[in-house]
């Protein structure tokens, strides 16, 4: 099987002059990857390219992926991934992967951008203060979620649990998500991406199936992100991930389009 020029195209535009040692030593299987990661898989969905790169750094850090991560930043900054849009996806993580997982990661985004000659830090992008984040984040807590299901949580909360209930929303959500850099789908769709390929966690990513549907994003959207990450999480957690927006995001049946 020779690689196709799709996919000999879509790798140099990532990986400009990269000469491939695998193609040398495993040629077979980096012919089967590439003609899928590379060719097959990009022809499907809409997503563009800073997204599409996004949301695989996203997954690469919650799939503890170093290595790939590092080559796969190289990438998203060749094609117009921005210093501000790489760092926001390894804070992103933070919450949800947590920090001892996110730790090296920040090392080498730091790395990578100083190799390109990019100063450190990066202009602030915090939108809320000691005094205000719980109230901010739970506002934006209210907002990507609902109000009544917010309000449920905290309602439904053991008083021993309150305190967490607490954190999601000043922590979570007022120091991470209300965050510019990135706008609310976007993150979403960060989120998505890093639940489905931590694995194990269904009941979050049926939360942010619905809570992506709510800040705009579509079934299409997520079906996309999934398809996008395949190659690099393996079948099983696409497809636990696609059962899951099939229950909550089921497709429109055939029938009743006119």
Known sequence: MAI???ARNNHAELFPGHISTLLQTDP??????DNFAFDEVRQYGGLNTRTRLMVQLASTI???ALAEYRVMLGAALTVGVSPVDAKEVVY???PYVGMSKVFDFLHAT?????ERGISLPLEGRATTTAEDRLAKGLAKQKEIVGADAV???YETAAPDELHIQRYLSANCFGDYVTRSGLDTPTRELLTFAMLVSL???EPQVKGHTMANLRVGNTRADLLAVLTHLLPFIGYPRTLNALRVLNESAPAADPSTQS
């Open 151 to 153: 309000d449920g949580m």
């Open 199 to 201: 694995g194990g966690c």
């Open 62 to 64: 919650a799939s503890q």
């Open 4 to 6: 196709t020029e799709a």
């Open 28 to 33: 077979e299987l980096i012919e089967v990857f």
């Open 110 to 114: 730091n790395d990578v951008l100083t």
């Open 92 to 94: 992103q993580a933070v």
